[in-house]
Structures are given as C-alpha cells and as structure tokens.
C-alpha cells in the first residue's frame, strides 16, 4: 500500500461549484499533513496545514479523520484560479526530514 | 527576497551523457532537499542536506547519481551516464529550520529529458 494515496480526478467543476478531495495515508503515527497546490509546469506551494482535525483559510477546509486515516480538502465557490494539481502531503517522522507526497488531484474549474 | 532558483530549467540530452542541475536555495537556509518526479508518478525524495553536509541520502536512486554542497550554498546534482528512466522533473526545496512542521520552499524545477 501506497504511504500516501489521492484520487487523481480529473474533477471538471462549473465555477461557483464546491469540490472536496480525498486523502488516505497508511502510517497511524502521522501527526500532520500538508496541501500543496501546484500549478502546471510550477512549484509545488504550500496551501495549508492540518495539525488537528482541521483548518479552515476562506474558501479552503481541510479536515483530518485519525480514526479512518484521511484527510480531506473542501473548495467552496471554486474560481477558474483554483485550477491546479493539489497534493496531498506528510511531513517527516522522527528524525527524517523528507516529505512524503500523494500523485495530486487535478482539478479544473470551468467557466 | 528571492525564491529557490533552478537551472536549468529544461535539459534534453542522449542516454550515456552526462547532466549537471543546479539549486540556489534561499538565502539563509541550511536545509537544502532534492526531489524528482518521474511520469506518471509522485514527487520522491531524493536527498537532504543540513548546509554542506549530507544527512539523508536514502531516496538516491544509484551511484549514477552524485549531489554536492561545497560551502553550503548552492548545490548540484549530477547524473552520469544518464539512463532513459531518469527523465522526470528534479525539484529543489529549501528551509530555514527542520523541525517536522516546517515548510519547504520549492523551486521551479528541471525537467530532464533522456533519449
């Protein structure tokens, strides 16, 4: 099993639309958990943090489930801007610095 | 202040050569990481290091790879000979601290053609 796995879509949402993306990760001990959005052909930046069992940043949600081991991402009122890869992403663990990524979710926000 | 800088930003070369990527973090952070994307696949990590030292090379591929970080400042990665697999997008991350919350900077990236 994958450490980290993420619906790849396409998702093809009208704008104004709500989207939300799917994360699951394997090991139980992952305290936190990262979204990165990444543009085509650019850097992966980082979107939000997920420490507890959720964040919320305007139109953004991310909510973490410890029990089922996901972690989810909500768009509300989706803008054409938000069209990205998004990344599902675990930080290091013990003395490990490395990040762990998902494949991403690609969405596209159609007008 | 400027972003992580990568160089370059594409490069096609034939199986057996050999290709030098560069990275410039950001000013100021010792952690300097390496990350490649094959197609299809996720991003991996590749390699860390804490200023001119390496401290986790554990996702470098083989020895047709070689990173270094004279000064701990920028950094280069090599590959030699370069196989077919290597093509994908090579990533460089920086951060000021590396406590297991922190954010890595990413860079462009090079994405690295062999044929």
């Known amino acids: 099993r994958k450490e980290v796995e993420q619906d790849p879509g396409p998702f093809n949402v009208p704008e104004g639309a709500t989207v939300a993306f799917n994360c699951t990760y394997s090991?139980?001990?992952?305290?936190?958990f990262f979204w990165y959005r990444q543009d085509c052909r650019k850097e992966p930046k980082l979107l939000m943090s997920?420490?507890?069992s959720g964040n919320e940043d305007g139109r953004f949600t991310a909510q973490l489930n410890r029990a089922s081991q996901y972690i989810s991402l909500l768009i509300r009122d989706s803008k054409l801007s938000d069209s990205a890869t998004y990344l599902c992403v675990v930080p290091p663990l013990g003395s490990a610095r490395q990040l762990t990524f998902g494949s991403g979710t690609q969405l596209t926000v159609l007008p | 202040e400027a972003g992580v800088t990568q160089f370059p930003s594409h490069s096609v070369i034939e199986k057996g050569q050999t290709v030098t990527l560069r990275c410039d973090p950001i000013s100021g952070h010792d952690n300097l990481y390496w990350y490649r994307r094959v197609m299809g696949k996720e991003i991996k990590f590749l390699l860390h290091?804490?200023?001119?030292?390496?401290?986790?090379e554990s996702g470098m591929p083989n020895n047709r790879f070689l990173a270094e970080r004279t000064g701990g400042t920028y950094s280069t990665l090599k590959v030699q000979p370069a196989e077919l697999e290597d093509s994908g997008v090579y990533f460089c991350?920086?951060?000021?601290?590396?406590?297991?919350?922190?954010?890595?900077?990413f860079g462009p990236g090079t994405r690295l053609t062999v044929t």
């Open positions: 290091f804490v200023k001119e030292s390496k401290q986790d």
């Open positions: 090991n139980s001990a992952s305290q936190s």
């Open positions: 991350a920086s951060s000021q601290t590396s406590g297991p919350n922190y954010e890595q900077y």
């Open positions: 997920v420490y507890s």
